[in-house]
């Protein structure tokens, strides 16, 4: 059975600073990751879609990496705005069309 | 308008009446799925359909039911509310041509079950 888990929770970081959010699956034969955005009340917004040949993918201030082998990714967000407060979330596609959320990071940009 | 919405919004209502959750996509997308976001569960997978008339069980599909005779709607059934299906449903779509791709949610649609 996949799981997804995401560690820290919850994060607190001044802005301004770099930061990294850690996703980890326990079945490495995945289809695609991606990496979520959700503000409070709101859905899901789709940050970055890494297919499962890639290694990385980019967009803006964020990169996503991902490492099949040990089953991680990672979302790395450069020079912190108070506007990307939200909570993260990865997801995994396990090829048998059900993808699995992890329970988020909970991220806040402290002004 | 291009997108993915959900109906309705907002809703409160009894243990044991039947409750439907509506799910519109207008970009052709294959796949369409139905979550529940709870407190210290995070997103769990309700169902899923792969194309139109194809319908599959996800993680936690007991108490609900889903159709889907069209590709543009999945409908998802409560057939007796109860008041742990107290939560926010998300409907998210996926992929053309029978490959799943970048996921698109819709707002949800927060339920309040008395």
């Known amino acids: 059975k996949q799981e997804v888990t995401q560690i820290p929770a919850a994060l607190s970081v001044p802005e301004g600073e770099n930061l990294v959010l850690n996703c980890s699956f326990t079945?490495?034969?995945?289809?695609?990751l991606q990496w979520f955005r959700q503000d409070p009340g709101k859905g899901l917004t789709s940050l970055l879609l890494i297919q499962s040949s890639q290694r990385e993918q980019t967009s803006g201030r964020l990169n996503a990496s991902l490492d099949k082998s040990s089953g991680r990714s990672t979302l790395y967000i450069a020079a912190s705005q108070p506007g990307d407060s939200a909570t993260y979330l990865c997801a995994v596609d396990r090829r048998d069309d059900k993808i699995i959320f992890g329970k988020g990071t909970r991220l806040h940009i402290l002004p | 308008d291009a997108g993915i919405t959900q109906s309705p919004r907002y809703k409160i209502t009894e243990t044991g009446r039947q409750v439907t959750l509506m799910c519109h996509q207008t970009?052709?997308?294959?796949?369409m799925f139905w979550y529940r976001q709870d407190l210290g569960h995070g997103l769990r997978l309700i169902y899923y359909?792969?194309?139109?008339?194809?319908?599959d069980k996800g993680e936690v599909p007991d108490g609900y039911v889903v159709s889907r005779s069209k590709t543009e709607n999945f409908p998802l059934t409560l057939e007796s509310a109860t008041r742990s299906q107290t939560s926010v449903y998300f409907c998210?779509?996926?992929?053309?041509?029978?490959?799943?791709?970048?996921?698109?949610f819709g707002e949800g649609s927060r339920l309040t079950v008395l």
């Open positions: 359909s792969a194309a139109a008339d194809i319908t």
């Open positions: 998210a779509s996926s992929g053309l041509a029978g490959v799943t791709g970048e996921l698109f």
């Open positions: 970009w052709s997308h294959s796949y």
């Open positions: 079945d490495s034969a995945i289809y695609n």
